[in-house]
Nanobody, 120 residues
Framework: EVQLQASGGGLVQPGGSLRLSCAAS????????MMWIRQAPGKGPEWVSS????????YYADSVKGRFTISRDNAKKLVYMQMDSLKPEDTAVYYC?????????????RGRGTLVTVSS
């Protein structure tokens, strides 16, 4: 059974930082491009960032470019997202997923999310 479990969310003030982690099991982790997606209250899912299976290529949505950094540790089957200079509009539930197509936000597997709230 494939499991993806995101963690690391919480309440942070504008301008603050958080580091999200996603633990994977039940799949050949390095074979999958991984992505983070988010869903704000009342809105549809939004692609945030992707990383290739080997970790050598990374991609970011314009809304987070320069503020978020995605990385992965294939030995530990973990994917991370360092989020800096957080803004209220970053408030959402964040999910990690195995990427099928980032533009249509489709995936083969998606785990439970972690809530990020940016507020003063």
């Amino acid at each position: 059974e494939v499991q993806l479990q995101a963690s690391g969310g919480g309440l942070v003030q504008p301008g603050g930082s958080l580091r999200l982690s996603c633990a994977a099991s039940g799949l050949t982790f390095e074979s999958y491009n991984m992505m983070w997606i988010r869903q704000a209250p009342g809105k549809g899912p939004e692609w945030v960032s992707s990383i290739s299976g080997g970790g050598g290529r990374t991609y970011y949505a314009d809304s987070v470019k320069g503020r978020f950094t995605i990385s992965r540790d294939n030995a530990k089957k973990l994917v991370y997202m360092q989020m800096d200079s957080l803004k209220p509009e970053d408030t959402a539930v964040y999910y990690c997923a195995t990427e099928r197509d980032r533009w249509s936000v489709t995936y083969d597997y998606r785990g439970r999310g972690t809530l990020v709230t940016v507020s003063s």
